[in-house]
Structures are given as structure tokens and as C-alpha cells.
């Protein structure tokens, strides 16, 4: 009897964007055309012109950077189904902080109008929120987690992303992450890479983004998943529409636990990620949690036509 193959969808977070991404499939696929179109239409600007020919530094921006990668995550999802690319069904669908909203419009909790509205109100909210408490984001590269959790009760900063082992973000105000960077070179820290972010993502300096979305979200139907979605918090999966509402508030504030995440979907029997979106970086931080799974990516035309789990 064959082995059952378990599959995992997984979408790319901020920070994985790069003008010029998504003009293939846009050029080459009628879906991928139809989602572009449609954000531009629901956004009232031209996000897929953005997305093409930047300038970068607009694209950076956090209120545009979120809609343009959730939007060519999705075009390269639905290019791959117009293809025919022989993609596994997914048991499990996971994305790194932003890339859950992808993940979200995936597994038909929203339809991807909604999705890419509600990434472009997060973005905004998010940058917002930044310039009343201003912060930053840097990931720290060779400390363990408990290292980083003094460091951070010691300067009153958060960790914000458990990626992968040697790989934690942390997050926080000004004078306090200056401060948590600076501890983390004495503890001994391989390398700090600053994030180009406009905020303490994943901390409580977000409160306002949370308050604000709780409202956009009032007016907005939620459908319960089709397919198990790994949620960052928790690391676990979201299988209602109010588990799905409470985690999009609970994780402007909070932690990702993205290694955690993988960790469950390893444990779930999953032997192949693909990634789908703009950049590898969800598939180096995969292969730095398990160097014995099968990780694919998926996010220009070639990739789609050249697709083989094979």
C-alpha cells in the first residue's frame, strides 16, 4: 500500500515582497489577472501597478506592502489551479502572520475581495499604531529562546516571531528594543538583522490596530475553514469562524509560533510544504525546524509550470 503523502499550504508574511512580483502571472494567467483586478477595484488604486513596477520604497510601505503580498500569494494560488499544476490537496493551510490572511481566503472563511480589503485595514491600523507608540523589529540570530525571554523581561520588549531554531524575532519600543538588541550582543547573539517594519508588531503596542479591526470585522461574514488553518498564537488548528476572528485580534499583540506551528503539522503527518507567494523565506525557515521534508515553492509563472511533487 502507498504511503499516505500529507500536504501543507503555507503564504508568505511582510517581508516577502519585491517589486516586480506577481507580472508574470498577471502577463501569463487569466485567474491570476482577475485577482489583481479585483484588488485594484476593492483598494480604488492601482495596487497591482505597485506590486509590477513599485517604486519600492511605496511598496515597503506597510499599509501597501500587506494587501500587495496577500494579493500575489492568492494570484499564484489560483494561477496554480487554472494550470492544472498537480498540487496535493492540502491537509492543513498555515501563514506566517500576514500570510494567515492568505491562508484564511484559501481555506473559504472569506472571499479574497474581503481578505485583501481586511489585509490593506490591518496594514494601515498596524502603521497607524506605529506613529502613536513608536517601535521596531529586529530578528536575532543564535540565541535560544530562554535567553531572549530575559532579555526581553529585562527591557521591557516582546518576542514576537519564533521562526526556526537560532531564529527569533523581538519587537518593541524604541529606546527599549535598542536596549533588548544591545543584551542579545552581550548574551552572545550570532547576529541581529534589523526588520524594515513601522511598528512593535506582535506586541501590546498594537492595542489600537486590535480595537480597530474588532470593528471593521463586526460588519464582516466569517465562514468556518474547509481546511484546518494552523493558527500563529496558539499553534493550532482554527476550524470556526470565531475561533478564526479571535485569532486575526490575538495575533496583532501576541506572538507568532511559527515553529511551534510546524512542529504540530509535522506531528499531523505533513511530509511536504509548498509555499506560495513571493520569496523562499517560509521554506528556509521550514528547513531549519526539519532538513527531512519535502519543501516546494510556488510563486511566479515558472514555478507554476514546472510544478512536480515528483
Excluded at 2 to 10: F, G, K, N, Q, S
Excluded at 80 to 91: D, T, V
Aim: glycine share 8%.
Amino acid at each position: 500500500m502507498a504511503e499516505l503523502v500529507r500536504t501543507a499550504y503555507v503564504f508568505p508574511g511582510q517581508g516577502a515582497q519585491w517589486v516586480g512580483m506577481g507580472r508574470d502571472l498577471y502577463q501569463d494567467f487569466k485567474a491570476a489577472r482577475a485577482v489583481f483586478d479585483q484588488a485594484d477595484e476593492v483598494l480604488g488604486f492601482p495596487l497591482s501597478r505597485l506590486c509590477f513596477d513599485g517604486p519600492e520604497d511605496e511598496l515597503l510601505k506597510t499599509i501597501n506592502a500587506q494587501p500587495a503580498i496577500v494579493a500575489t500569494s492568492f494570484a499564484c494560488l489560483e494561477a496554480s489551479r487554472e494550470f492544472g499544476a498537480k498540487l496535493p490537496p492540502a491537509s492543513f493551510l498555515a501563514g506566517h502572520s500576514l500570510g494567515e490572511y492568505t491562508a484564511l481566503a484559501a481555506a473559504g472563511v472569506l472571499d479574497f475581495a474581503t481578505t485583501v480589503y481586511l489585509a490593506r485595514e490591518r496594514g494601515r491600523l498596524m502603521h497607524e499604531a506605529g506613529e502613536l507608540h513608536p517601535g521596531g523589529m529586529a530578528a536575532i540570530l543564535g540565541l535560544d529562546e530562554p535567553a531572549l525571554a530575559e532579555v526581553c523581561v529585562r527591557t521591557d520588549s516582546r518576542i514576537a516571531n519564533i521562526n526556526c531554531p537560532g531564529q527569533i524575532v523581538v519587537s518593541g519600543a524604541v529606546a527599549n528594543l535598542a536596549r533588548a538588541v544591545e543584551m542579545a550582543r552581550e548574551k552572545g547573539a550570532a547576529r541581529v538583522v534589523p526588520l524594515q517594519v513601522s511598528g512593535a508588531f506582535h506586541t501590546p503596542l498594537m492595542q489600537s490596530a486590535v480595537d480597530g479591526m474588532a470593528r471593521i470585522m463586526e460588519k464582516l461574514s466569517f465562514r468556518n475553514p474547509t481546511i484546518p488553518v494552523i493558527g500563529n498564537t496558539k499553534a493550532l488548528p482554527l476550524t470556526t469562524a470565531e475561533a478564526v476572528k479571535e485569532e486575526l485580534l490575538q495575533q496583532l499583540c501576541n506572538c507568532v509560533q511559527w515553529r511551534r506551528s510546524v512542529d504540530y503539522m509535522l506531528a499531523g503527518g505533513v511530509t511536504t510544504f509548498i509555499e506560495i507567494g513571493p520569496g523562499r523565506v517560509l521554506a528556509g525557515l521550514i528547513k531549519r525546524i526539519n532538513r527531512d521534508v519535502k519543501i516546494l515553492n510556488i510563486g511566479d509563472a515558472e514555478s507554476i509550470r514546472n510544478f512536480s511533487v515528483a
